[in-house]
């Protein structure tokens, strides 16, 4: 549970707060149960910007003060003294004013919008609203440019597989607009789910391996038989759809595919991880019957901490100062975790 303050803002001016509330979602960076929230009690529509500050880390719970901004001056809210402002140079184009309104009116230009977008999550690493259409919902995505071309990410992916990846309906650097990927996340993959995604992915994985077509971490795993291809860097089950859709590709980069299945085994409970192992050697037996998946698999579990470190570690580099709180300490904990696999 948090409890929510938030600093509310029109055009970049502070105009008051909002009576402190709490919501049931722990998460920071899901912001609609806060928006909506704001949104009936003020009588107008709210965005948030970004995160100013937290009593607690780990991106869940505690007191967690947000920039709001308001389309209008909302009636209700209290003078809580002076708070500034003031932009900084790596603060993302949504979490500045007038930012959210722009990536929907973006939106609005490739489809029909026919309800109330809604903000559902906003922070240093993207910004996701679902809008209705009548034909169904449609999600229109914001990432930072340290992240990668999630277009061109997509195409890649869909040039092989076009049921892997979703619908790609419209796109422009640091955006993109995306069909709804049907069924429900899967955090807790059964075997039928697994044999369903994993060897699809190592399908796609096999026909695009050769030169990098995307950046190169520089983690290195021995071959034993596979090639570097393309890696969807963080290829947990929570960003696999039930219907058989692979979401969230800025993490993507090029590399050894254990890499991919090292972070998977991470993710998942340990009776599931044996299913999770055998879909994956056998599939990259099927396509390279000399290779030696399994011995590849072992070397890249403590090659994919190091990735993490890497990546939280570009993560903290990248972003402003108030908000390095979702990622402080997890490039230390990463390199623990990889140099447990020593001991």
């Given at each position: 549970m948090r409890e929510i303050r938030a600093l509310v803002t029109v055009g970049g001016r502070y105009v008051g707060e909002a009576e402190p509330f709490t919501v049931d979602s722990p998460w920071w960076s899901d912001v609609r149960p806060v928006t909506e929230h704001l949104d009936r009690v003020l009588g107008v529509t709210t965005s948030v910007l970004r995160l100013v500050g937290t009593t607690s880390g780990g991106a869940r719970d505690g007191v967690v003060t947000y920039q709001v901004e308001a389309d209008r001056v909302p009636d209700g809210l209290s003078s809580t003294g002076r708070h500034e402002f003031p932009d900084h140079p790596l603060r993302l184009p949504w979490a500045r004013p007038g930012g959210p309104a722009e990536l929907v009116e973006w939106a609005r230009r490739h489809v029909d919008v026919t309800g109330s977008p809604?903000?559902?999550?906003?922070?240093?690493?993207?910004?996701?609203?679902?809008?209705?259409?009548?034909?169904?919902?449609?999600?229109?995505?914001?990432t930072p440019p340290f992240m990668a071309d999630e277009a061109a990410v997509i195409r890649l992916v869909a040039s092989v597989d076009p049921s892997l990846a979703p619908e790609l309906i419209a796109s422009?650097?640091?955006?993109?607009?995306?069909?709804?990927?049907s069924g429900v996340d899967c955090w807790?993959?059964?075997?039928?789910?697994?044999?369903?995604?994993?060897?699809?992915?190592?399908?796609?994985?096999?026909?695009?391996?050769?030169?990098?077509?995307?950046?190169?971490?520089?983690?290195?795993?021995?071959?034993?038989g596979l090639p570097d291809t393309v890696l969807h860097g963080d290829f947990h089950p929570g960003n696999w759809r039930s219907g058989g859709v692979v979401l969230d590709w800025g993490d993507a980069h090029w590399g050894h595919p254990a890499l991919d299945a090292a972070r998977l085994i991470g993710f998942v409970a340990p009776e599931v991880r044996p299913a999770v192992e055998r879909a994956w050697?056998?599939?990259?037996?099927?396509?390279?019957?000399?290779?030696?998946?399994?011995?590849?698999?072992?070397?890249?579990?403590?090659?994919?901490?190091?990735?993490?470190?890497?990546?939280?570690?570009?993560?903290?580099?990248?972003?402003?100062?108030?908000?390095?709180?979702?990622?402080?300490?997890?490039?230390?904990?990463?390199?623990?975790?990889?140099?447990?696999f020593a001991v």
């Open positions: 809604v903000q559902v999550k906003t922070w240093n690493l993207s910004c996701l609203y679902r809008l209705p259409t009548a034909s169904g919902a449609v999600w229109a995505k914001a422009e650097p640091g955006r993109v607009l995306l069909g709804e990927a807790q993959p059964d075997d039928e789910v697994i044999e369903r995604i994993v060897p699809r992915w190592v399908g796609v994985q096999a026909a695009v391996a050769g030169a990098p077509r995307l950046r190169v971490r520089g983690v290195p795993v021995p071959g034993f050697v056998d599939a990259w037996l099927s396509h390279y019957p000399s290779s030696d998946p399994a011995s590849a698999l072992r070397h890249a579990r403590p090659a994919s901490h190091l990735v993490g470190a890497l990546v939280y570690q570009e993560f903290l580099d990248n972003i402003e100062p108030s908000e390095r709180v979702y990622h402080l300490g997890d490039p230390e904990a990463e390199l623990a975790r990889a140099q447990a």
